[in-house]
């Protein structure tokens, strides 16, 4: 049935989707080709912990049989995409990365891969990611270290590595993980791809796996996003991925809004708290800042309230959930996840119950100062993390404890308020880059709509062959 040219790899999720709905292509051949993929190259990188390969096959015969018949079908009909380990996909493992879970099956798909079955996506593979989701680097204890496919002395970022790396290999035209911190977003600046952290409660979120319901305070800020290649990838699986479900007592059943005519405000944010970033991401931003203007939006320069109250607030929590979580898995984790537990505590402030307190005041207040400025500017573009992507090893540095927390100001920023954010890969550096826009709550699609013109200003990430030695220009 196969009478393209380009070998099916290459496609983004949309032109999949369209080419298996056209009958163009088999479901079947999408999902062997990229089974074909992952055999070729991720020994490589290592993003693909397992494959899922003889349901997936099976399933998408079902899809071509549905076709064949002429149902009626969703828009991700006969599409594979991979997730991270740390989301229930029922009759797979849900490690968190960690040994001692290696055995934890699920039985029952979390709420939001639910939703993409029923769109017509396929489970194809599981991605990598470190020990518990614990670090900005792709280290597992149970199945080693991710490599960027671009440098390997270069972290691939966290902890949603292994699907960042898987996508711009082309090993998956779509990836799913979660941010608690910048994990859908920094592995996107590190790779080079595009990904959505949606508002805290937009996307419907539980687990029959340990930890079935989690209670530490900065675990309502985690959040379950798509990453993709390309925006329009993104947007299609978020908005599967957002229908309602009962499992998920924080969900949110907010109306899906589109963008009305003409072009949003959006306030620029060169040096996040006043501090300096890396020259390659100050371009970067100055690119999709060119880019947006060029689109017919407003472009000013100008920060958002408080940004550096937003990461103190962030660090005051994280600080009393390490304090909990360190005697019950700190004797679980692999050694390098030990040492970044223990540096990530050494620079953060002692736990301390009026500082939680407070932190919860401050973004009550925060979160109503944001909504009055984004009445003005509902868009911020700004950098991801300050720095492009570190060397290997280096996040387990003492000396970095502080600056790797200061690097990610402007991510975290947006976790501790629940707010959207979609990165955008902007190509035409040394290393792969991406920025943010940050829209006000529920306003994805703002985001996505922005994120689409500095794309389409800048070009999509085509997939690619993995460096295994050193680096390459991507000038």
């Not at 009478?3 to 056209?22: F, H, P, Q, V, Y």
Request: net charge negative; aromatic share 4%; charged share 20%.
């Amino acid at each position: 049935m196969n009478n393209t040219k380009t070998e099916l790899w290459k496609l983004g999720a949309s032109e999949l989707a369209d080419c298996i709905r056209k009958r163009s292509v088999s479901s079947r051949e999408a999902v062997q080709a990229h089974l074909d993929r992952i055999a070729a190259v991720n020994g490589d990188v290592n993003a693909v912990t397992s494959t899922l390969a003889g349901e997936a096959l099976a399933a998408a015969d079902a899809a071509d049989a549905r076709l064949s018949q002429g149902e009626a079908v969703g828009p991700l009909h006969g599409v594979p995409f991979t997730v991270k380990e740390n989301i229930d996909v029922a009759g797979s493992a849900t490690t968190w990365g960690a040994a001692f879970l290696a055995g934890q099956v699920a039985t029952e798909d979390a709420p939001h891969i639910a939703n993409l079955r029923a769109a017509g996506g396929i489970p194809l593979a599981r991605t990598n990611l470190p020990d518990f989701a614990l670090r900005w680097h792709t280290d597992s204890g149970i199945a080693g270290a991710t490599k960027n496919p671009w440098d390997p002395r270069l972290t691939p970022g966290g902890s949603s590595g292994g699907e960042a790396a898987a996508l711009a290999t082309g090993m998956t035209p779509l990836g799913i993980g979660n941010d608690l911190g910048g994990s859908l977003r920094w592995p996107a600046q590190c790779c080079g791809i595009s990904s959505l952290k949606p508002t805290s409660g937009r996307v419907p979120d539980a687990a029959v796996t340990i930890p079935t319901d989690p209670t530490l305070g900065i675990s309502f800020f985690n959040v379950q996003g798509p990453l993709a290649r390309r925006v329009a990838d993104v947007r299609l699986a978020f908005e599967a991925m957002i229908a309602a479900s009962d499992r998920d007592p924080k969900f949110v059943p907010a109306a899906s809004v589109s963008p009305a005519a003409g072009r949003s405000r959006v306030a620029v944010v060169r040096k996040p708290g006043g501090l300096d970033v890396d020259p390659a991401v100050a371009a970067a931003v100055e690119r999709a800042a060119e880019a947006l203007a060029a689109a017919g939006y407003e472009v000013e320069d100008l920060e958002p309230p408080e940004v550096m109250t937003c990461l103190e607030g962030w660090g005051s929590l994280l600080a009393s959930d390490l304090a909990v979580l360190e005697p019950l898995i700190g004797p679980l984790m692999s050694e390098d996840t030990k040492r970044f537990f223990e540096i990530a505590s050494a620079g953060l402030p002692p736990p301390d119950p009026a500082g939680i307190q407070l932190a919860f005041g401050n973004r009550h207040r925060l979160l109503r100062e944001w909504a009055v400025f984004q009445r003005t500017h509902p868009l911020v573009l700004a950098p991801i993390g300050a720095q492009p992507a570190f060397e290997v090893g280096a996040d387990l540095d003492p000396a970095r404890a502080e600056s790797g927390l200061l690097d990610m100001r402007m991510v975290v920023a947006v976790n501790f308020l629940g707010l959207p954010a979609a990165a955008v890969a902007v190509p035409g550096g040394e290393l792969p880059m991406a920025v943010q826009l940050i829209g006000p709550r529920f306003r994805e699609d703002l985001c996505l709509a922005a994120a689409e013109a500095v794309e389409t200003a800048v070009g999509a990430p085509e997939p690619m062959d993995p460096v295994t030695t050193a680096g390459r220009s991507l000038a």
